[in-house]
């Protein structure tokens, strides 16, 4: 045992960072600490190398900490792989912005200058990220840190790259695509965030060739720069005849033809005619598909019109909106305007709103590779839980749509694609500098690879694929996945994807998704609302494991977590209430106490037993939850039992016998299995606690602790339950009445039954310390005395003779007036049909809920004033 005590204050930064420490020096996070055990692997969801974590990093590295560390003291061979990932548009927008204040440009630095800015800040921001998850107790093994432009990634994103190519799933075509013009890349759908917009739809005549006009109307009236038909519905008479006709462009020398398409139009909606402009519209481009049409690319990349807009050329696209909008009106040609609800793609990284683009780019077939993903799951090879969100999988990925992976940027995995003068390709995993059909000179590609097409390998590439590692033979398929739901798509349905296709089995055997951290208002957080919470600031303040206790303990299945600063400076409170109650432990312990396997051989009294019993049940039953992923109901036992049952119950039932060998053993008995089973959730105050108990080793190594059936007794427990809420119920009836809590009052148990009445008897000197019965009888109740329904039996409370005063009863009937006319105001509420039917189901509880409340005080408030009236 420790010589030095625990301090008298809980200061979790005297030893937080000193116990981590310890910990990579013992080589306690690497999976070889448990040579023989079954391999668990965790692989971390790289945090985008681009600045600080935000508090919801800090509930993934909790619950996943919490996971790791709980295996590993189980005996598994547990990893849990760390790294970061490049995240291209994202961290490429931070460092130009770096370059724009210091007046230049990546153009003007060009591609390598610029290059080795971008790795520059990687390992700035990365090093800041490592020691954020290092604070907040992260036991990840460091020694297999990866980043998804390490050298060993690099080698698989360029093996996936061409395997997939030469599967004919990845295919280059000029195709429509989603376009940033600020951040001058193409974007895949899951990058569009669609906002709903309050816009405008405006009504225009197209001059017909042979005379007349006909209608159309759009949202957008700089994109008929690039009509190239009007489509109308087959069946619509009134313009059947126009069919095979041409309208005039008003504005550019271009005869546009009407043509019929009774997928795109719909003759009830607007005029039932329909500019069509192939190059800039989805369901326009499907039209110029099957009709044949010229696709005319009137925008260039930052989102001006280009030549092919004749005299609006060089315009903004809002510019050439207003422009084109005031031409048609000199021309007599506009037919009106009303206001239409819109839902507008605007990029995720920067809210520019995006374009419809017509771009020679790169993409994945994506249907083959979902079908599998979808059986995996169908058949149980994945698990998601919660379960409801295999809906939103399977609807995603059974209506998947070809992923556009290029981007143009320079900080990324540069396409493994190669072209000659005379256009021959050749995509290839080795750096290629002459064309092996014709000899001549190749360039590579400039763009770079989507960040999720790497990251969509991260479970197997961190393992060494396409290498045979012998990690990748050890742990992969990995165990479980701990993220938040909002990355479903963007990245757990395409690791699903590319692992089944390409390692040949499943990335992960179950996904656990998580709510998002929200504020205590259940607003999102964000810096424009100044609602976020750095998780170093909270950790310094309240200290890591509060933190994590809190971040755990809201994590309930499919629910959002509202973070109230309350809630971590209650949890502090808690850790507080562990420190102390070790410190009174460690003050009774005198060297000679035995284990805990020996002491329950002993003839144990019964308060020693019963919380032994309520150990093993704890036992069992966070164990159970962390199995299923309930963190908040693990956290909840874990409270219950440290702070109720054995801080507030078990220490105060043996203060008077705890010199004795037997009680000293179970109390520093069960504290160690209570801090061994709270350790995956605060692994530094109870390394700390442990140290100074006199544990051998430390505890992130020690075995986690198992059910003793051998040591539950429900009989017993059921006895010290009705002790509980008998001393509980007198402690609230003296509150009741103005009774001093130390005053001795006689109790006569009425109707407990021998066993009952024989265990209270056993234990008359606790009820004295704990509710100060100086009396204690069965039979019936005396004449003065107060009768009541307490730990499920009914008792007789017997008050000394002049307790209670003249004055102190007059209050209490004056009480006695009040609770009856809040009861008669409850009881009015409650009987409007108009409130029980339309007012909350949580609020009509509550009233009911303080009904009863109100009821039982009214009647013990009224039982004492008969008997005082005796």
């Not at 460091?142 to 432009?149: A, P």
């Not at 220490?651 to 008077?656: C, D, H, P």
């Not at 009052?745 to 100060?772: E, M």
């Not at 499920?792 to 017997?798: D, F, N, P, S, T």
């Amino acid at each position: 045992m420790s010589a030095e005590n625990l301090p008298t204050r809980y200061d979790p930064e005297s030893f937080e960072s000193g116990w981590y420490e310890k910990w990579e020096a013992a080589g306690a996070f690497k999976p070889e600490i448990n040579p023989d055990g079954e391999p668990f692997c965790i692989v971390i969801p790289p945090p985008n190398v681009t600045g600080v974590l935000h508090i919801g990093h800090a509930l993934q590295f909790t619950l996943q900490d919490l996971i790791i560390r709980w295996r590993r003291m189980q005996g598994f061979k547990a990893l849990w792989l760390p790294g970061t990932d490049h995240a291209g548009i994202a961290t490429q927008v931070m460092v130009e912005r770096q370059l724009a204040k210091e007046g230049t440009t990546r153009q003007e630095v060009g591609r390598e200058k610029f290059l080795e800015r971008m790795w520059q800040w990687k390992q700035e921001h990365k090093d800041n990220i490592s020691h954020q998850a290092k604070a907040l107790g992260a036991s990840c093994d460091w020694s297999r840190e990866r980043f998804t432009l390490d050298e060993g990634l690099s080698k698989a994103v360029r093996r996936a790259f061409v395997t997939l190519y030469n599967e004919g799933l990845i295919y280059r075509d000029q195709r429509l695509i989603n376009w940033c013009p600020r951040c001058h890349t193409a974007l895949s759908d899951l990058e569009v965030v669609h906002q709903e917009q309050h816009g405008k739809l405006w009504n225009f005549a197209y001059p017909l060739e042979a005379g007349g006009e006909i209608v159309v109307s759009t949202t957008r009236p700089e994109t008929m720069l690039g009509d190239t038909a009007i489509a109308v519905h087959p069946d619509d008479e009134r313009y059947r005849e126009l069919v095979g006709s041409f309208v005039i462009h008003p504005f550019l020398d271009r005869r546009i033809p009407i043509i019929a398409d009774a997928e795109l139009v719909d003759p009830e909606f607007g005029t039932g005619a329909v500019k069509v402009t192939p190059a800039h519209d989805p369901n326009d481009f499907a039209v110029g598909k099957r009709h044949d049409l010229e696709f005319i690319n009137i925008l260039d990349s930052e989102g001006r019109i280009n030549a092919n807009g004749g005299p609006f050329a060089g315009q903004d696209r809002f510019e050439a909106r207003t422009a084109v909008l005031n031409a048609l009106g000199q021309k007599g040609l506009l037919r009106g305007e009303r206001p239409h609800e819109m839902s507008i793609g605007h990029c995720q990284r920067c809210d520019t709103i995006v374009e419809p683009f017509l771009s020679k780019q790169w993409f994945v077939n994506a249907k083959p590779l979902a079908e599998k993903a979808l059986d995996v799951v169908h058949n149980g090879d994945v698990e998601i839980v919660p379960e409801f969100w295999k809906a939103t999988y399977d609807h995603w990925l059974e209506n998947i749509q070809d992923w556009c992976i290029s981007r143009q940027l320079w900080w990324g995995h540069r396409i493994p694609a190669f072209t000659c003068p005379e256009g021959h390709l050749h995509v290839s995993e080795e750096i290629v500098t002459t064309c092996p059909d014709c000899g001549a000179p190749v360039e590579q590609d400039p763009d770079v690879l989507d960040t999720w097409f790497s990251s969509g390998l991260w479970p197997f590439s961190t393992l060494g694929w396409p290498d045979q590692t012998e990690d990748l033979a050890t742990f992969y398929p990995t165990s479980v996945l701990i993220t938040g739901f909002d990355i479903l798509f963007f990245w757990v349905a395409r690791m699903i994807m590319m692992g089944c296709h390409l390692a040949g089995d499943v990335p992960f055997r179950t996904v656990h998704l998580t709510g998002l951290v929200r504020d205590a208002k259940g607003d999102k957080m964000s810096k424009t609302k100044g609602n976020t919470i750095d998780p170093l600031e909270v950790v310094d303040t309240y200290g890591a494991d509060a933190v994590r206790f809190t971040l755990a303990a809201l994590a309930s299945p499919g629910r959002d977590l509202p973070l109230d600063m309350s809630r971590m400076e209650g949890y502090r409170g808690f850790a507080t209430k562990v420190w102390n109650a070790a410190r009174f432990v460690q003050m009774k312990l005198q060297g000679d106490e035995l284990p805990l396997e020996q002491v329950s051989q002993l003839e144990l009294e019964a308060p020693q037993r019963w919380i032994l019993s309520r150990l093993s049940h704890t036992i069992a039953s966070v164990n159970r939850a962390w199995e299923s992923f309930r963190f908040d109901e693990g956290c909840h036992q874990l409270y219950h039992f440290i702070w109720h049952t054995y801080c507030d119950w078990y220490l105060e039932l043996v203060k008077t016998t705890s010199d004795r060998l037997e009680v000293r053993s179970v109390l520093r008995g069960a504290l160690l299995e209570a801090l061994k089973l709270l350790h995956p959730v605060m692994p530094f105050i109870t390394e700390e606690i442990a140290s100074h108990l006199g544990h051998e080793g430390m505890l992130i190594t020690a075995p986690y602790p198992v059910e003793h059936p051998a040591w539950e007794d429900d009989a017993l427990e059921a006895d010290f339950a009705a002790l509980q809420e008998l001393v509980g119920g007198l402690r609230s009836y003296r509150a009741l009445v103005g009774l001093n809590q130390r005053q001795e009052v006689s109790l006569t148990l009425v109707d407990a039954g021998a066993p009952r009445a024989a265990f209270f008897q056993a234990h008359a000197a606790q009820l004295k310390q704990l509710a100060a019965v100086g009396r204690l009888s069965a039979g019936p109740a005396g004449k003065h005395a107060v009768e009541d329904v307490l730990g499920g039996m009914e008792v007789a409370i017997e008050l000394p003779a002049g307790a209670i005063g003249p004055g102190q009863r007059e209050k209490l009937e004056k009480q006695l007036d009040q609770l009856a006319t809040t009861r008669a105001s409850i009881e009015k509420r409650l009987s409007n049909p108009g409130f029980t039917a339309n007012a909350p189901s949580e609020v009509v509880q509550g009233a009911r809920d303080q009904l009863a409340e109100v009821t039982a005080r009214l009647e013990r408030l009224r039982r004492t004033v008969e008997a005082l009236s005796r």
